[in-house]
């Protein structure tokens, strides 16, 4: 009675994902899921709507250590393949910018997509499960859990990843894999905000719910968009991709005013300066950027005091403190903040074309648990989507 040809640990969008599509192939699947209901991340997904999908999901748009291991997967289930099931549901949707694919009303319409298509495959999806124990043996997998003991031939951990703590993430996933002598690329938040220092946290802690565009660069990283400033630090879409590059010690830079650059607003200071107008460079801030933001700027330049004594130096220490602001962050703002996790499984380990472990035939990783992670915008649920077809397609 609990024997399977293929049993799915973790009930999310890979997951669910796998387990339809091996369903479909005739495989008598089972799901194992720790929360009390399934894909319990989806729910609070894109505020509660789930940004399902980027139109424009490529393989640039993720970070590994393994960077080619991703495109096999994301051109054999690309985007529009799964628009086609979400059309066919009659799930309505909407783009919201950049390619970002939204429903229109709220994210369990997702969830309840992907049990439904399971369950009219022949899917047993078990709820509340507590692994305690996976054994190999003999080419067989056996699980126990909640004192019953499941077993099949091939074993897909699709368990995610360590972020949001507070939905149940568990380290299961890792624990899999050095039972099974696999490499595991060092975990660690991602999409999350980025604290700020002790000197940083007195400069801008009053400022906390100020939000404009910026650019922001990380290294050979640099983006465009939305920043907000929180009461630890620095948020919002440009900060959260930020983090997907950044490593603990390394120097973030913030131009306030992406528009113009440091050369260009130093020699527009020193014309104002020598039409004595202190104020017409104030409005040209003001207009770009919020009032309060400008003047702290302005006073960490030392750019205060009459505007004829300012230095040509002090003109250009303005310039850089709008357009090329640097600063090191004490820390992320942590799983329990971020969106996903980066790093995990070593996928040098794992089939490119199947997700199976090259070393341990019949055990396969899915989803977030693999060292891939994408930047905002949905690409995450696309590379769940399309590593959960490839796993289901090979089971």
């Known amino acids: 009675m609990n024997s399977y040809d293929v049993m799915i640990l973790g009930g999310g969008a890979a997951g669910l994902m796998c387990a339809t599509e091996a369903a479909a192939r005739g495989r008598k699947v089972l799901v194992m899921e720790q929360s009390q209901k399934p894909a319990p991340k989806i729910l609070v997904s894109g505020g509660g709507r789930c940004n399902f999908t980027n139109l424009h999901a490529k393989p640039a748009n993720y970070v590994s250590t393994n960077p080619a291991f991703v495109h096999h997967a994301l051109a054999k289930f690309t985007p529009k393949d799964f628009i086609a099931i979400v059309k066919a549901a009659s799930i309505p949707y909407h783009e919201k910018k950049d390619g970002q694919l939204f429903c229109d009303r709220s994210a369990k319409a997702i969830i309840e997509l992907l049990v439904s298509r399971g369950e009219s495959k022949g899917v047993t999806l078990l709820l509340g499960q507590k692994v305690e124990e996976v054994v190999h043996a003999d080419g067989s997998f056996s699980v126990k859990s909640n004192g019953e003991t499941y077993s099949a031939p091939r074993l897909v951990v699709a368990t995610g990843g360590l972020s949001w703590p507070q939905l149940g993430a568990s380290d299961l996933g890792f624990k899999l894999a050095q039972q099974f002598g696999l490499k595991i690329i060092e975990p660690s938040p991602a999409l999350v905000g980025l604290a700020f220092a002790e000197k940083e946290m007195e400069q801008f802690k009053d400022l906390a719910g100020i939000h404009l565009r910026v650019g922001v660069s990380c290294g050979d990283w640099k983006m465009v968009e939305d920043i907000m400033i929180t009461h630890k630090g620095l948020s919002g879409p440009v900060m ?10 390394q120097e973030i830079e913030v ?11 130093y020699e527009k200071l020193k014309k104002d300066k020598a039409e004595g107008g202190r104020g017409k460079f104030r409005v040209w801030l003001s207009e770009r950027i919020p009032r309060r933001l400008a003047e702290r700027i302005a006073w960490n330049a030392e750019a205060r005091g009459a505007w004829s004594a300012l230095s040509d130096e002090r003109l250009m220490a303005l310039a850089k403190a709008i357009h090329a602001y640097r600063f090191i962050p004490a820390d992320t703002f942590g799983y329990r903040m971020a969106e996903v996790m980066r790093g995990g499984v070593d996928t040098r380990e794992i089939s490119r074309e199947t997700m199976e472990v090259k070393k341990v035939p019949g055990l396969f990783f899915i989803g977030e648990v693999l060292d891939v992670t994408g930047q905002l915008g949905g690409f995450n649920f696309q590379w769940a989507w399309a590593s959960g077809f490839s796993a289901g397609q090979a089971v």
């Open 240 to 249: 959260l991709n930020a983090s997907l590059y950044w490593k603990p010690g």
């Open 255 to 265: 131009n306030w005013v992406p528009e113009f650059n440091v050369e260009s607003t």
